[in-house]
């Protein structure tokens, strides 16, 4: 069993950050590992990141339990939660429990992650009561763009954050053992903080969260599209990998490589 457990993600509330990137890989899992983080995600983001769809939603079940196998691979110390895509959970609990399921049994996970407030409440309650530990998910839920209208801030009004609030505490009696809380005020992210004993995960929510989650592409500089502006840059590794293929390119085409000191 991996270091980080489900029950010491939840024991961190109030008491350390928790720290969380996501991963689509082994190797990018054995370098997350290694520096010690504590939940690593396998978000469906990596549609856009990784696949090169527009947005979460073409992501499948296969693809997503494809990645978590090769995550899961990489890593002896985090907590692996995999990213429930699209229509996995949705249609009924049983589905929910039969998918969720494969990510634990087939994919090695220690936890999936689904999106959505008290209406799904029933679900969570019958993924937790079947062995299946639950990561909440609420505000910004990029499966429902659709019918937000698009990458919106949630909780700018008393009345849609007092709607949080009660989301949070549904998902908290449900079963979850924390929550992320995706593009919202920093005042909503306290207030909602302060409502429930799972600790918060924000992306876009300001430093009073249990804890914070970005993905990794976007803090190493490796997406060439507009940066969101929760996102903190520390690399800029897009730019210096374009650098090496166009060094090894010139290389190749003058001759230069391969030299005498690459040669059997």
């Keep these: 069993m991996n270091t980080w457990t489900v029950s010491k993600i939840r024991a961190c509330k109030g008491q350390q950050k928790i720290v969380c990137l996501t991963a689509a ?51 002896k110390g985090a907590l692996v939660v995999a990213d429930m895509p699209f229509l996995s959970y949705q249609v009924s609990t049983r589905d929910a429990v039969r998918n969720a399921g494969r990510f634990m049994k087939e994919a090695h996970a220690g936890a999936v992650k689904i999106e959505g407030g008290a209406f799904r409440a029933p679900v969570v309650k019958g993924l937790v009561q079947n062995g299946i530990p639950v990561l909440g998910h609420i505000g910004l839920t990029p499966q429902s763009i659709n019918t937000m ?60 969260c249990d804890g914070q989650v970005l993905v990794t592409h976007d803090i190493l500089g490796m997406v060439s599209n507009v940066t969101p502006k929760f996102v903190k840059t ?20 003058t001759g230069k490589f391969p030299g005498k000191e690459h040669c059997y």
């Design 25 to 75: 890989d082994c190797l990018t899992a054995q370098l997350l590992d290694e520096a010690g983080i504590q939940l690593i995600l396998v978000g469906d983001s990596l549609a856009m990141t990784v696949l090169g769809y527009d947005t979460t939603l073409p992501v499948t079940l296969e693809e997503m339990l494809h990645h978590t196998k090769a995550v899961a691979r990489g890593v």
């Design 149 to 208: 209208g698009g990458y919106k801030v949630q909780g700018r009004t008393s009345t849609q954050v007092r709607d949080l609030v009660e989301d949070a505490r549904a998902l908290e009696k449900a079963g979850v053992f924390a929550i992320v809380l995706e593009c919202v005020p920093a005042e909503a992210a306290r207030r909602i903080t302060r409502a429930v004993h799972v600790p918060t995960i924000g992306i876009g929510a300001g430093p009073h």
């Design 234 to 253: 520390y690399a800029s590794l897009g730019a210096l990998m374009r650098k090496s293929f166009l060094a090894y390119k010139r290389d190749v085409e």
